[in-house]
Every structure is written in structure tokens, then in C-alpha cells.
């Protein structure tokens, strides 16, 4: 019996240590790729051992985002992201290849990209041709049908180059890709948010399309030229007419917040509308968050108005718990419907409809509604990130010395 159990007992271990062996295969670098409108999308993945299990980034130059959530099974790497309600699953599919997909939320439901990985980190091409300029510097961009204004910034060395687009309502996060000959392809994905921009360089001018996950087969056409002086206004600011919100709206865990509540009298209160499916909020919450916890002794509330996609309830509740928790904001975060007009009309009244995400509501001491920001610069914009920053702290400074 005893023989029996040493032997049981060898064997396991033996089949443990196969297992952790072929898991171990998996880690590394890989170049995935999605089947996306306008062709091919990729980014690297690199997946690590911790020290209390996998982990794993997602690269899109310079940024280096860590995945919430992942597991490694002997021949699958399972990524998740709760903050986005989203999910990437690849498996080994023989000769160092894995296969598998990615699911995002949409306003239109739920989308699933067919993705590939292969080992390496390079992005378009694994060896560009000699890039026929160089695209360093700032283009007054042209989007869309309307051709609405915006601002492309872009660094490039040698034939790689990374970026970002604003526009006014936001900026595409990091970009990343190469000039590769006259063609520039920039990509990025940072667990829902997929984007790929395709365009021919000639001279000082950019002409292509942008395509996310839900873009007709033609994407949304740009047109962009070279110019030291670019700039873009990336948020708005409005001056209401000092009206009064009266919402009252539930947390997660079952709370009811309402304006009238003690907390908030003479208070300066900032609401930030937003929803976890919006990749600027998620930006935005980085700041937001240590900024509500630093200046609260001085007077400043902070609510995060969440609008969230679809009619599941529950599920709205769980996306913003994820979100709360991802980037420990240390302020109640509400339900208030669905990025609709109706939905943001019921609670905002005369402030809405919202068109853009995210918006900010400034409240003074007296409870009235003194301005509105409208959009966001994320990090992946750099100088312009900070002004925005600058201008939000400008804003709460001046309430705060306000009397109610």
C-alpha cells in the first residue's frame, strides 16, 4: 500500500510538472492579429509568469498595459478585462502558432474578432521596405465624411512609428505600426478597443481610412497634411445657465445618490459622465481618481455617472463595479441608463443630449451648475493631455475659493 501511494503520489507530480512544462510554452512575446475591417490588425502580447500566477501586457508603443485578468492552461492563454466586459482566447494550434478569439461590446452587441498569434513582436511587416519620408510631427486631419477637424501626432524612427489622432470627441489612445515604403499602418488594441488606420504618404499629405470593429467594408476616409503649427482645441467648455440637477440614481451595491444629500451641501461636486465600454474614461479615470482623493479635505465631490450599453441591468452593475474597482475610485459611481439621448435626457435634463464621452459637470458650492467640459486628451497625447489636466485643476481651484 505504501508503494502504491509513493507511486501515486510520483506520478502526479510527474504529470504536474508536464503540465506547468507545456504551460510554460506558452510564455513569451506574441504578435496577434485580429480579422478586422480594413485588413489585418496587430499588436504583442507578452505573457510572463508572477508571483502569484500569469500575467500579461498588451504593447501597443510606448504603452505597455497589463491585462486584469489572465490564465494559462496547458495549451490556451485566456485573457479577460471586467472593466470592458470583454475576453481574448487563444489556443496552441501547432508550430508555435495559436489561434482563437476576441469578444468586445458594442452598442450593437457583442463582436467577435477571429485572432491568430505567432511568436515575435513585429507589427505590419517583419522587415519594412526603406520609408519613403519621415512623418515626425504634428497634421491638421480631416475625418470622416464631414471631415470633421482633428489633430494627428506622430513620432517615427526609422520605419517604425507610434502616435496617436484627437479629435474632438477624443483621442484613439496609442497607436502603433510603420511607414513602410509610402504606406503607413498604425494599430492598436487595449483589451475592446480595436483601431487601425491605413494611409499613403506623398509629400506633407496623408490620405487612407480608419476602421474599427463595427466599420463598413470602405472605413471612415481621412485626409491629413504635415503642419509645425497643428493644434486642436480637444475640450470644449461650456457655460450653463447655473441650473440644478436633481437626479437620484443607484450604485452597485444598492445605494441611492442624489445632489441633496448632506455629503454634497457647499461642496464642490465634479460628475463625470462616462461608460466602462468608453477607452477615454478609462483614461480619464486614471486622473480622476487620486486627483478626487487629494483635494476631497478642501471641499470637492466627485460622482462617476456611468451610462452603460444594452438592457441588462445587472450587467451595467457589474461592468461598473469593474471599473470602480479597476482603477480604485474612491468616489460612488452611479447607474444612470444607456448612452442614448432619452436615458442621458431623463437624468441631465437641459444638459443633455451627451455626444460626447466623456463629459465633466462642475458644480459650485451653491449647487449650480457653473460649467461643462466636453471630451478628453488621454496620455497617448502628451502635452495636450496635461493642458486638459491643468485646465480641469484650473476649474475645481477656482469653485473651491468660491463661497456657497
Not at 47 to 61: C, D, F, H, I, Y
Not at 141 to 154: M, P
Not at 167 to 188: A, H, I, V
Request: hydrophobic share 40%.
Amino acid at each position: 500500500m505504501a508503494k502504491f501511494r509513493t507511486l501515486f503520489a510520483a506520478g502526479l507530480v510527474a504529470g504536474l510538472t508536464a503540465t506547468q512544462a507545456l504551460a510554460a510554452g506558452l510564455y513569451g512575446q506574441w504578435r496577434v492579429s485580429f480579422e478586422h475591417p480594413g485588413g489585418p490588425l496587430p499588436f504583442t502580447l507578452e505573457v510572463r509568469e508572477g508571483k502569484t500566477g500569469p500575467q500579461a501586457w498588451l504593447l501597443n508603443p510606448p504603452e505597455r498595459l497589463k491585462v486584469e485578468q489572465v490564465a494559462v492552461d496547458k495549451d490556451s492563454i485566456t485573457l479577460t478585462f471586467p472593466s470592458y466586459n470583454s475576453r481574448l482566447e487563444l489556443k496552441a494550434a501547432g508550430g508555435d502558432t495559436l489561434t482563437g478569439t476576441a469578444t468586445v461590446l458594442r452598442s450593437t452587441g457583442t463582436v467577435t474578432l477571429n485572432a491568430r498569434a505567432q511568436r515575435g513582436a513585429w507589427r505590419f511587416t517583419p522587415t519594412a521596405v526603406k520609408p519613403a519620408g519621415n512623418v515626425t510631427g504634428r497634421w491638421n486631419l480631416a475625418y470622416g465624411d464631414n471631415r470633421v477637424k482633428g489633430l494627428i501626432l506622430l513620432k517615427q524612427v526609422g520605419s517604425q512609428v507610434s502616435g496617436t489622432v484627437q479629435l474632438p470627441t477624443g483621442d484613439m489612445r496609442y497607436l502603433s505600426g510603420e511607414l513602410n515604403g509610402n504606406q503607413l499602418k498604425l494599430s492598436t488594441f487595449d483589451g475592446s478597443f480595436t483601431n487601425l488606420w491605413v494611409g499613403t504618404l506623398a509629400g506633407d499629405t496623408l490620405k487612407g481610412a480608419q476602421f474599427a470593429a463595427t466599420s463598413r467594408p470602405a472605413g471612415n476616409p481621412f485626409e491629413a497634411k504635415k503642419e509645425k503649427a497643428a493644434t486642436i482645441n480637444a475640450v470644449a467648455v461650456e457655460a450653463p445657465g447655473g441650473e440644478r440637477l436633481s437626479f437620484r440614481l443607484p450604485t452597485p451595491d444598492g445605494q441611492m445618490i442624489s445632489l441633496n444629500d448632506a455629503r454634497y451641501k457647499g461642496r464642490v461636486v465634479v460628475i463625470s459622465l462616462g461608460g466602462a465600454w468608453c477607452p477615454n474614461c478609462h483614461d480619464e479615470a486614471q486622473f480622476l481618481g487620486p486627483y478626487a482623493a487629494r483635494r476631497q479635505k478642501e471641499g470637492l465631490e466627485m460622482i462617476g455617472l456611468q451610462f452603460e450599453y444594452g438592457t441588462d441591468v445587472a450587467r451595467a452593475m457589474r461592468q461598473i463595479t469593474s471599473f470602480k474597482t479597476r482603477y480604485k475610485l474612491p468616489y460612488p459611481m452611479v447607474y444612470g441608463g444607456r448612452p442614448i439621448d432619452e436615458d442621458t435626457k431623463k437624468v441631465l435634463g437641459d444638459l443633455a443630449p451627451v455626444k460626447v464621452w466623456p463629459s465633466t459637470i462642475f458644480i459650485g458650492r451653491d449647487g449650480r451648475v457653473k460649467e461643462v467640459h466636453v471630451g478628453w486628451a488621454g496620455p497617448a497625447t502628451g502635452a495636450l493631455s496635461e493642458k486638459v489636466k491643468r485646465e480641469f485643476d484650473e476649474t475645481v481651484t477656482r469653485l473651491l475659493r468660491q463661497k456657497a
